[in-house]
């Protein structure tokens, strides 16, 4: 059974700033999440809960993530692209952590209601 990937517009837009390789790995890996697979590029965010899952990847010098979830009905959500600007180490950015944890409440919620 294949899922559909469903977008929240602002991580829609972010992602759409990517360079077209990176757009198309990230593609590949969320199509593979949709059937239920997995690429070596995907790690659960367990801090986050369940679900919570990110897409990491390198282009030439640069980390670019993708944030989705698996736990809203079913269709994955992807709730938030980025560039990774930190060089040190693989840690996530509290910045772009408390946009990731705004967008899933906000999602939740208007899921919920809908």
């Not at 801090?47 to 698996?70: C, M, N, Q, S």
């Not at 736990?71 to 560039?83: K, L």
Request: a positive charge; proline letters at 4%; glycine letters at 6%.
């Amino acid at each position: 059974m294949s899922r559909n990937v469903c977008w929240v517009k602002a991580a829609r837009k972010e992602y759409l700033a990517f360079p077209q390789p990176v757009i198309d790995d990230i593609d590949a890996s969320l199509f593979a999440a949709a059937r239920g697979e997995t690429t070596g590029s995907i790690k659960q965010m367990k801090h986050l809960g369940p679900g919570v899952y990110e897409i990491a990847l390198r282009h030439r010098k640069d980390a670019y993530r993708a944030v989705y979830l698996t736990q809203i009905g079913n269709d994955i959500w992807v709730i938030h692209a980025f560039q990774k600007k930190s060089t040190s180490g693989i840690k996530t950015p509290q910045k772009e952590m408390d946009v990731i944890r705004e967008r899933l409440k906000r999602l939740k919620e208007a899921l919920s209601n809908g």
